[in-house]
């Protein structure tokens, strides 16, 4: 079992930053990739970003060029950096996490809401 705790989050102005953070526990190991998932009202979750052990990362195209996703597998967490916020960005974020051999995230957090006001 792995225990996802995620920190960060709240409201932001439009052009502004956030940064969310998820610390890991449990049977972590270096076979684990970590994604951001984000859902607003009325639409489906979306995978926001991914990263890997090595911090090979994906981001989906909406957020490519404004967030980053980094972690530190020391300290087993890991952030998205969130700048250049939009309207559109206002969801609640989800950390999770899988192993690589399975294709379904297993792990989740428990969600931070982020709100971009216009």
């Known amino acids: 079992q792995v225990q996802l705790v995620e920190s960060g989050g709240g409201l932001v102005q439009a052009g502004g930053s956030l940064r969310l953070s998820c610390a890991a526990s449990g049977r972590t190991s270096s076979n684990v990739i970590m994604g951001w998932f984000r859902q607003a009202p009325g639409k489906e979750r979306e995978l926001v970003a991914a990263?890997?052990?090595?911090?090979?990362?994906y981001y989906t195209n909406s957020v490519k060029g404004r967030f980053t996703v980094s972690r530190d597998n020391a300290k087993n967490t890991v952030s998205l950096q969130m700048n250049s916020m939009k309207p559109e960005d206002t969801a609640v974020y989800y950390c999770?996490?899988?192993?690589?051999?399975?294709?379904?995230?297993?792990?989740w957090g428990q969600g931070a809401q982020v709100t971009v006001s216009a």
């Open positions: 990263i890997t052990w090595s911090s090979n990362t």
């Open positions: 999770a996490a899988r192993r690589a051999q399975i294709n379904e995230y297993e792990y």
